[in-house]
T-cell receptor, first 114, second 112 residues
Framework: KQEVTQIPAALSVPEGENLVLNCSFT??????LQWFRQDPGKGLTSLLL?????REQTSGRLNASLDKSSGRSTLYIAASQPGDSATYLC?????????????FGQGTTLQVKP | DVKVTQSSRYLVKRTGEKVFLECVQD?????MFWYRQDPGLGLRLIYF???????EKGDIPEGYSVSREKKERFSLILESASTNQTSMYLC???????????FGQGTRLTVV
């Protein structure tokens, strides 16, 4: 059974710092991995999607990497800002390629202090 | 932009009531999902649907049912609401294949 773990559960950094969030999964047979952002009391916003054949994806100050063989992904945030404060969730897609469900980690809650 | 819209942001219902949570997407996606999110437990899949009138159980279907009569709409039904169904409910949609999932803004349901 696929399990997804995110470490650390919470992280507090000063503004301007570069940081890395970690995501690990137990079964390497995934179709893709998606990083989301969730603000308190809100839904999930998709940040980056990495297909299983890809090594990384970039969007602005965000860079996500994927090492399928070792069951790991990282989300790198450059020059962090207070507006980046949120919970970051990773999810892997397994099962059927058409209907495969997402399995989520518990999330990392990030606080960026001004 | 893809839009997934949940009918209510906040709901308060009484124990034993029948509750309907509605979700509509505007991108003609085949797949739709209902999750619930609880502190310490994360997001757990309740039901999903890969086509009109098709549904499959997720990890925690007990106490819930779903309806998908039209492609754009996926309803979650709590047949007889109980206090342990107090939670944040999140709807998502995606096309088939290796594609992104898009989420609604969530419905915070409180059962009293």
């Amino acid at each position: 059974k696929q399990e997804v773990t995110q470490i650390p559960a919470a992280l507090s950094v000063p503004e301007g710092e570069n940081l890395v969030l970690n995501c690990s999964f137990t079964d390497s047979a995934i179709y893709n991995l998606q990083w989301f952002r969730q603000d308190p009391g809100k839904g999930l916003t998709s940040l980056l999607l990495i297909q299983s054949s890809q090594r990384e994806q970039t969007s602005g100050r965000l860079n996500a990497s994927l090492d399928k063989s070792s069951g790991r992904s990282t989300l790198y945030i450059a020059a962090s800002q207070p507006g980046d404060s949120a919970t970051y969730l990773c999810a892997v897609k397994g099962g059927s390629s058409n209907t495969g469900k997402l399995i989520f980690g518990q999330g990392t809650t990030l606080q960026v202090k001004p | 932009d893809v839009k997934v819209t949940q009918s209510s942001r906040y709901l308060v219902k009484r124990t034993g009531e029948k509750v309907f949570l509605e979700c509509v997407q505007d991108m003609d996606h085949e797949n739709m999902f209902w999750y619930r999110q609880d502190p310490g437990l994360g997001l757990r899949l309740i039901y999903f649907s890969y086509d009109v009138k098709m549904k499959e159980k997720g990890d925690i279907p007990e106490g819930y049912s779903v309806s998908r009569e039209k492609k754009e709409r996926f309803s979650l039904i709590l047949e007889s609401a109980s206090t342990n169904q107090t939670s944040m409910y999140l709807c998502a949609s995606s096309p088939p294949g290796f594609t992104e999932a898009f989420f609604g803004q969530g419905t915070r349901l409180t059962v009293v």
